[in-house]
């Protein structure tokens, strides 16, 4: 079966520090990746979405980058970070065929504190 | 472009009672997904259920039903036999069917639902 990995389950950093949020799924080849945030009491916001290994799609401009190294690796990064991106960070994969086509399925999430 | 409206910041419900919660979807798409999704305090995100925008059967998942009429472009969840456990954010979404291309889902801002013991 599926199963998909985040980490850290929880990060403080200062402003200014770098970040790194790793996302690593098993059980599938060639997943369609994704990284939301969620503000506090907001819904959800699609930062960055992959289809394939080097082929990263940003939904929105900001301080933060994605990378795709290996199939089932899905990084995101800031090299400096703001107050402004403390959140709930959730990386999920894409079911593309099969009776759960089209689910997401999400990781545990992060909870990044900038402060 | 599409947006999903859930119009009911929070809910409450007495356990053992039925429950309701709304969403509205604006499209002009006729092949798309819906779904429910649950996130409890633990902040997993959980899918609920999942409604096919061709098929006009109502879909149900044990207590969890919906209401999709399509016309309307509404998209209703029931929680019957309400539990403590079903304590959540429930965020409704929407998603185009493109048949296995990046697709992305469109969350709705959620609702809170309390359950009373």
């Known amino acids: 079966s599926q199963t998909i990995h985040q980490w850290p389950a929880t990060l403080v950093q200062p402003v200014g520090s770098p970040l790194s949020l790793e996302c690593t799924v098993e059980?599938?080849?060639?997943?369609?990746l994704y990284w939301y945030r969620q503000a506090a009491g907001r819904g959800l916001q699609l930062l960055f979405y992959?289809?394939?290994?080097?082929?990263i799609s940003s939904e929105v401009p900001q301080n933060l980058s994605a990378s795709r190294p290996q199939d089932r690796q899905f990084i995101l990064s800031s090299k400096k970070l703001l107050l402004s991106d403390s959140g709930f960070y959730l990386c999920?994969?894409?079911?593309?065929?099969?009776?759960?086509?089209?689910?997401?399925?999400f990781g545990a999430g992060s909870r990044l504190t900038v402060l | 472009a599409q947006t999903v409206t859930q119009s009911q910041p929070e809910m409450s419900v007495q356990e053992a009672e039925t429950v309701t919660l709304s969403c509205t979807y604006d499209?002009?798409?006729?092949?798309?997904?819906l779904f429910w999704y649950k996130q409890p305090p633990s902040r997993q995100m959980i899918l609920v259920i999942r409604?096919?925008?061709?098929?006009?059967q109502n879909a149900t998942e044990n207590r969890f039903s919906v209401n999709f009429q399509k016309a309307a472009k509404s998209f209703s969840l029931k929680i019957s036999d309400s539990q403590l456990g079903d304590a959540a954010m429930y965020f409704c979404?929407?998603?185009?069917?493109?048949?296995?291309?990046?697709?992305?889902?469109?969350f709705g801002k959620g609702t809170k639902l309390s359950v009373k013991p």
């Open positions: 979404a929407w998603n185009m069917n493109y048949g296995g291309s990046q697709g992305n889902l469109i």
């Open positions: 059980g599938t080849s060639n997943p369609n």
């Open positions: 999920a994969w894409k079911h593309l065929h099969g009776a759960g086509a089209n689910v997401l399925t």
């Open positions: 409604q096919e925008a061709y098929k006009q």
């Open positions: 992959s289809i394939g290994i080097g082929q």
């Open positions: 499209t002009s798409e006729s092949d798309y997904y």
